[in-house]
């Protein structure tokens, strides 16, 4: 079985987040779904991404023609399958267009619905992932010291993403983040997303951000396409315009442009194949 470990959210090998993608047999039947026996067995799918060790690792087929969706896929973390990811949805996209095994808009059916990824002339893809809802919370004690730093603002994004959105004073603050991983898991079902307005947007970034999932095996996610459904709604209110660029500022580090419409929010990104190999396992 061929494998991939693909870099997105950059134009450049070695930054942004990797994700494994690996394409599995074509469904057997026209009932198959995200959540469908035609995937292979649970325990094989999360042995194959803890093998891999990146953040997520995405299997996809293909489904049959005349349905609602394309191709089927499902992400695990190397300990758990998550709900939705977004770099590897624009690395399977990417895999998808420049292997000829899909052309146009893809359609994915996932545990959050049907997700289209669209490719452009200039190898960009756009995701269209549901806009995350955001509910303000008081800052729950004990967070400052978890993260490190001192909250402006605090909202929840809601069962689907389940992470807290947290606000500090600006993107140095971001940048220099050293949080306690253990004491962060508390707050949250998946982890928090530390955010400050970009210092000079004149560097080709409005917003600065960085992910902290630890309750998913992830200390720090490197781009989290997820976290823009958030942060897109968040900055967007906030600076006045629906096409915003945010930076996450991880090591690798990777930009995600957004655009905001109503509940749908569009993220896009480029994308690098750095290993294409054989799975023999």
Not at 3 to 28: K, M
Not at 141 to 156: H, K, N, T, W
Not at 255 to 277: A, F, K, M, P, Y
């Amino acid at each position: 079985m061929r494998i991939r470990i693909v870099d997105a959210f950059t134009d450049r090998p070695f930054a942004g987040n990797p994700a494994g993608v690996l394409l599995l047999d074509p469904a057997p039947s026209s009932t198959s779904s995200a959540s469908s026996p035609s995937f292979p067995d649970d325990a094989w799918l999360q042995n194959v991404a803890l093998e891999f060790n990146h953040a997520e690792t995405a299997f996809t087929h293909r489904l049959p023609r005349g349905g609602e969706a394309d191709w089927a896929l499902r992400w695990f973390t190397p300990v758990t399958e998550v709900a939705m990811c977004g770099h590897a949805t624009l690395a399977t996209a990417h895999v998808l267009h420049t292997t000829g095994a899909h052309e146009g808009p893809v359609r994915f059916a996932t545990l959050s619905g049907v997700l289209i990824a669209t490719p452009h002339e200039d190898g960009s893809i756009t995701l269209d992932f549901p806009t995350a809802p955001l509910t303000p919370v008081e800052i729950p004690e004990g967070v400052a010291e978890a993260l490190g730093a001192e909250p402006l603002a605090v909202f929840d994004t809601g069962p689907n993403i389940g992470d807290l959105v947290i606000e500090v004073a600006d993107e140095k603050t971001v940048r220099g983040l050293a949080p306690d991983h253990k004491a962060l898991g508390r707050y949250s079902a998946r982890g928090i997303i530390a955010t400050a307005r970009a210092e000079d947007p004149a560097q080709g970034y409005d917003f600065v951000s960085r992910c902290f999932f630890p309750n998913v095996g992830i200390d720090e996610d490197p781009v989290t396409g997820s976290a823009h459904t958030a942060l897109a709604p968040y900055w967007s209110e906030r600076l006045g315009r629906s096409d915003l660029t945010g930076l996450q500022a991880s090591a690798r580090s990777g930009l995600v442009r957004t655009e905001l419409r109503g509940d749908r929010t569009l993220l896009t990104g480029r994308s690098v194949t750095v290993i294409d190999g054989e799975l023999l396992a």
